[in-house]
């Protein structure tokens, strides 16, 4: 049973194994936490585990200053403000749904984190895709736009204090939000930034099978359920090279929103044509252990809220991992873009009619929902 369960519905069936923590938190005594490091060692072990979906939901933080002011200059969140402003422009398309710098911008975040090894150690969340030149590996195909905006974000605000680790985690939580019905997590920066490359096979496959998957994820102190949690995310998504002939097809039927239909439609024969599905993806979904927490996603009523509350706790795990000093990191939630807690989509009608089409998939009316663009070419 995954400790992802011990969300407040689920508290009985809560797993007795306890979660692990990481890096100075594992040694430092509480008398010695920061605000910041007592926050997230609670949320590791999963004291509080509405914590990250539920805090600062509505608190906004205000710049002093401009920012090359000293007032700025003398708050470690105001540059935040201003990164995470100019990647809301960035990440949200005229529609309102989130576009392919948000998709790109989360895989982003997971592709350099999820480098750490609990076994073997070396590298995570450290920059050190963009700085290293990661992006030139088979895997990381796909991310070249948002390498790209990562590089103009550090030339515009690194002088002001903005490193390359904490600007790709920022990306990944700031997109989220952009993303309509997506959380606001908890966001931390204080990094350290790398130049060293990750060291290469600790990513995960859309080809491999299901418990392979669960093992990689193991040796980053994720478990089952928490990667269940965390491949929702593909919700978002429209594919361009796990099969080229389909290039542009969407994960869920909800590209750019984030829903809980990559839960129901994964399991599942009778979904839209263009719906694709990784191998990765069907193999967790369908393996027996993966049925009840996936169920709890699924649910129609209250699994958004549930998935994003237990979302939040995981990708904040991800975001630390390799971090040594994770008790001096500072928390800018502040700086995030307000939810979008409803949506409608102003072509959901074209949107259902190209879904059940057998037309080309990167003809237009991909490229479209790529950029957040209407299918009806207005809003």
């Known amino acids: 049973m995954s400790r992802t369960l011990s969300h407040p519905a689920f508290l009985s069936k809560r797993d007795p194994e306890t979660p692990e923590l990481l890096a100075d938190l594992k040694t430092l005594p509480d008398a010695e936490l920061t605000r910041v490091g007592a926050l997230i060692k609670s949320i590791l072990l999963l004291e509080n585990a509405t914590a990250p979906f539920t805090q600062n939901l509505t608190y906004v933080y205000t710049a002093p200053g401009p920012l090359a002011s000293p007032e700025c200059r003398a708050d470690?969140?105001?540059?935040?403000?201003?990164?995470?402003?100019?990647?809301?422009?960035?990440?949200?398309?005229p529609t309102g749904r989130c576009n392919e710098f948000a998709r790109q911008a989360i895989r982003l975040g997971f592709h350099d984190a999820g480098t750490w090894s609990k076994s073997e150690g070396g590298s995570g969340a450290d920059g050190s895709f963009v700085l290293g030149?990661?992006?030139?590996?088979?895997?990381?195909?796909?991310?070249?736009?948002?390498?790209?905006?990562?590089?103009?974000?550090y030339h515009t605000f690194h002088s002001y204090g903005a490193g390359m680790a904490d600007l790709v985690q920022m990306g990944a939580t700031v997109a989220a939000a952009v993303c309509p019905q997506g959380p606001r997590i908890l966001s931390f920066v204080g990094r350290n930034d790398s130049?060293?490359?990750?060291?290469?096979?600790?990513?995960?496959?859309?080809?491999?099978?299901?418990?392979?998957?669960?093992?990689?994820?193991?040796?980053?102190?994720?478990?089952?359920g928490d990667l269940i949690t965390l491949l929702g995310a593909h919700t978002i998504g429209q594919q361009r090279f796990e099969d080229t002939a389909r290039a542009g097809d969407p994960q869920s039927s909800?590209?750019?929103?984030?829903?809980?239909?990559?839960?129901?439609?994964?399991?599942?024969?009778?979904t839209p044509k263009r719906v694709f599905k990784f191998h990765s993806d069907v193999e967790i979904a369908t393996f027996e252990e993966s049925l009840p927490l996936w169920g709890v996603f699924a649910d129609p009523v209250n699994g958004l809220e549930?998935?994003?509350?237990?979302?939040?706790?995981?990708y904040i795990r991800?975001?630390?991992?390799?971090?040594?000093?994770?008790?001096?990191?500072?928390?800018?939630?502040?700086?995030?873009?307000?939810?979008?807690?409803?949506?409608?989509?102003?072509?959901?009608?074209?949107?259902?009619?190209?879904?059940?089409?057998?037309?080309?998939p990167m003809r237009e009316e991909a490229i479209l929902l790529m950029n957040g663009e209407s299918l009806k070419g207005e809003v």
């Open 318 to 360: 991800l975001s630390v991992l390799g971090v040594p000093h994770i008790n001096n990191l500072v928390e800018c939630t502040g700086v995030l873009p307000l939810p979008v807690r409803n949506y409608s989509a102003p072509d959901g009608a074209e949107l259902s009619e190209w879904l059940n089409s057998d037309r080309a």
């Open 195 to 224: 130049d060293v490359p990750a060291p290469e096979g600790r990513l995960p496959q859309a080809t491999q099978d299901a418990e392979p998957l669960i093992a990689l994820f193991e040796d980053k102190t994720i478990d089952r």
């Open 133 to 153: 030149g990661e992006i030139a590996r088979p895997i990381n195909r796909g991310l070249e736009e948002i390498n790209n905006k990562m590089w103009a974000y």
């Open 76 to 93: 470690t969140c105001c540059v935040w403000s201003y990164v995470a402003e100019e990647m809301e422009r960035d990440f949200r398309g």
């Open 306 to 314: 549930t998935w994003n509350s237990g979302y939040a706790a995981v």
């Open 254 to 270: 909800t590209p750019g929103v984030w829903s809980t239909d990559f839960y129901r439609e994964t399991p599942r024969n009778d």
